[in-house]
């Protein structure tokens, strides 16, 4: 149980084109869901929280024009890089907390590469 | 404000003897305790967590660690390592009070060598 996939697994685009990548917990309902972002040989940086039927909390620095959340029901919730540059690229990871787990363990999905030629 | 701190960048171990991977952690009230493993190119898988109760938690893989209150750590332990549990490893806290995000410690890397 507990399984949450990302699709697409790797990404390739052109500087200046959108691209949504979504998640998605396969066994449970998660109202809450978690975007972030890693990378080479660093630490997972959280980039936004994201809940059922409402706006997406953002941390500081990151844009949140450029990176649309949205959390349309309890099992799917979708990133869209806008205008995507190369310093866009890296590895992009969702997590999903079950609705009933009070103690906030998260299940994370593969993760998404993304290259921005 | 909580934090998470793994010294080491690189732990590294011969095939069959214990490990260790070190994590302390610092919130203000009292922590929830996570355990998680990436391999290359791939998510974040959860080991085990620390939510109250007993001090010694096991889990996935045949993992295990313990939470010490008075030095603030909960460091991952296995009595034998295999060659297949190297890996990326990060260690996560969360503050029990307020809705407060998961925080990750930088990772440590564990090279099992045959």
């Known amino acids: 149980g507990a399984v949450v996939s990302q699709h697409p697994s790797w990404v390739i685009c052109k500087s200046g084109t959108s691209v949504k990548i979504e998640c998605r917990s396969l066994d449970f309902q998660a109202t809450t869901m978690f975007w972030y972002r890693q990378f080479p040989k660093q630490s997972l940086m959280l980039m936004a929280t994201s809940n059922e039927g409402s706006k997406a909390t953002y941390e500081q620095g990151v844009e949140k024009d450029k990176f649309l959340i949205n959390h349309a029901s309890l099992t799917l919730s979708t990133l869209t890089v806008t205008s995507a540059h190369p310093e866009d690229s890296s590895f992009y990871i969702c997590s999903a907390r079950p609705s009933h787990d009070a103690t906030d363990t998260q299940y994370f999905g593969p993760g998404t590469r993304l290259t921005v030629l | ?114």
């Open chain 2, 1 to 114: 404000a909580q934090s998470v701190a793994q010294p080491e960048d690189q732990v590294n171990v011969a095939e069959g003897n214990p490990l260790t991977v070190k994590c302390t952690y610092s919130v203000s009230g009292n922590p929830y305790l996570f355990w998680y493993v990436q391999y290359p190119n791939r998510g974040l898988q959860f080991l085990l967590k620390y939510i109250t109760g007993d001090n010694l938690v096991k889990g996935s893989y045949g993992f295990e660690a313990e939470f010490n209150k008075s030095q603030t750590s909960f460091h991952l332990k296995k009595p034998s390592a295999l060659v297949s549990d190297s890996a990326l490893y990060f260690c996560a806290v969360r503050d029990t009070r307020g809705n407060t995000p998961l925080v990750f410690g930088k990772g440590t890397r564990l090279s099992v060598i045959a």
